[in-house]
């Protein structure tokens, strides 16, 4: 639960809805434990943020912002989701819980994902929320415990608003070249390659723009510049989860964001997936979609290099003889739907989860 007064509520219901200014809120968790002073703000990008209204309105997404000397469960910083795209509308409420357990069992770092009941001001929101794990410094050390004070950006749509802040127009990211004098012009690359921790200065994109060199390099050159500054194997193996599952709105797929890129101080480049809220029937695509879309023209050429539309393919296979066969996947999605049903949240059976999965990888399989 967090409580909000009403002026900060009159507040929040007016000022624009994409303000990424903390407002002060009270949270309480389980009844026992009292944390005074977080910051609360609305979670969502412009293609969502429209439909809200209030903080106890319209269904919605949150961030909240522990003190650094009163954090919980270890960490400052959370976002809870009603499940789906559009707030609550993935009525099955386990779609992209389950999206990231495939990526799991193909060995893929991931976003742990609980299940809460929230309240605003005592307004019970949605049937059920998820406290979703954020690709920040904290899961970083989880992933790279021997590597964590590398350089970590958020892959993201650059949205460019009219003056009066009612339509935008967007630009996905890309690893082309971009220069300007010469040199790469770093402007064009703020925004799609979002600085969020890094241990050199937020303007040195040094290691971004050796990425750049490698993905247009010569044909000759292009395998070991490749190899040489990106984990090949754990992005083609990104790419599979993504079209598997459906997640057209990713990098690598058929829109340039939700992604994050991680650059070890001694390691290659690394992906990060990150909001798989469009999947596995939920508005994703059909079973039957290209397993070869991708919006990046660098990336349509990675998948497309024999060697590593190889790996492409391997990532596939293990992922048509592991997770995507049926026993495993489906004793998950059942225990879990009855843990909603006995603890009284309103979730519908994921009988079209399992369907989708099990044309999924007929498809795959045909293609294979």
């Not at 977080?38 to 997404?61: D, E, F, R, V």
């Not at 959370?78 to 389950?98: H, I, S």
């Not at 082309?176 to 241990?199: H, M």
């Not at 992005?235 to 993504?242: S, Y």
Request: a negative charge; hydrophobic letters at 40%.
């Amino acid at each position: 639960r967090f409580w909000i007064t009403q002026a900060t509520a009159s507040k929040w219901a007016t000022r624009l809805k994409l303000s990424n200014e903390p407002l002060d809120a009270t949270f309480v968790y389980d009844d026992e434990r009292v944390i005074y002073n977080i910051g609360a703000l609305y979670s969502g990008s412009p293609y969502h943020s429209p439909g809200y209204s209030t903080p106890t309105g319209a269904l919605c997404n949150y961030i909240l912002l522990f003190p650094a000397d009163d954090s919980l469960l270890g960490v400052t910083d959370f976002k809870l989701t009603a499940p789906g795209n559009n707030p609550g509308d993935d009525d099955t409420v386990q779609r992209e819980e389950t999206s990231y357990w495939i990526a799991a069992q193909l060995g893929l770092p991931f976003n742990y994902q609980r299940n809460v009941h929230l309240f605003v001001n005592g307004v019970r929101r949605g049937r059920i929320f998820e406290d979703s794990q954020i690709p920040n410094s904290e899961m970083i050390k989880q992933w790279f415990p021997d590597d964590d004070n590398g350089d970590l950006h958020k892959i993201a749509g650059w949205f460019e608003f009219d003056d009066a802040v009612n339509s935008f127009q967007t630009t996905w990211a890309t690893l082309q070249p971009f220069n300007s004098g010469g040199k790469k012009k770093l402007a064009r690359y703020r925004w799609n390659w979002q600085k969020r921790a890094s241990q050199i200065s937020a303007s040195d994109y040094t290691h971004v723009f050796e990425m750049v060199d490698a993905a247009n390099a010569a044909a000759a050159a292009y395998t070991a510049s490749m190899e040489a500054r990106i984990d090949v194997e754990e992005w083609l193996r990104i790419f599979a989860v993504e079209h598997i599952v459906g997640n057209w709105d990713s990098y690598g797929n058929n829109n340039g964001q939700n992604m994050f890129a991680y650059k070890p101080e001694r390691g290659l480049w690394q992906l990060l997936i990150w909001d798989l809220d469009i999947v596995l029937g939920g508005g994703s695509d059909a079973a039957t979609t290209s397993l070869f879309k991708a919006t990046d023209p660098t990336m349509t050429r990675m998948i497309a290099h024999p060697p590593f539309r190889r790996a492409y393919w391997r990532a596939l296979q293990d992922a048509v003889n592991g997770p995507l066969q049926g026993p495993a996947l489906n004793a998950l999605l059942d225990a879990k739907y009855a843990a909603f049903r006995s603890n009284g949240v309103s979730a519908t059976s994921p009988t079209s989860v399992k369907s989708y999965v099990t044309s999924r990888r007929n498809y795959i399989i045909q293609q294979l």
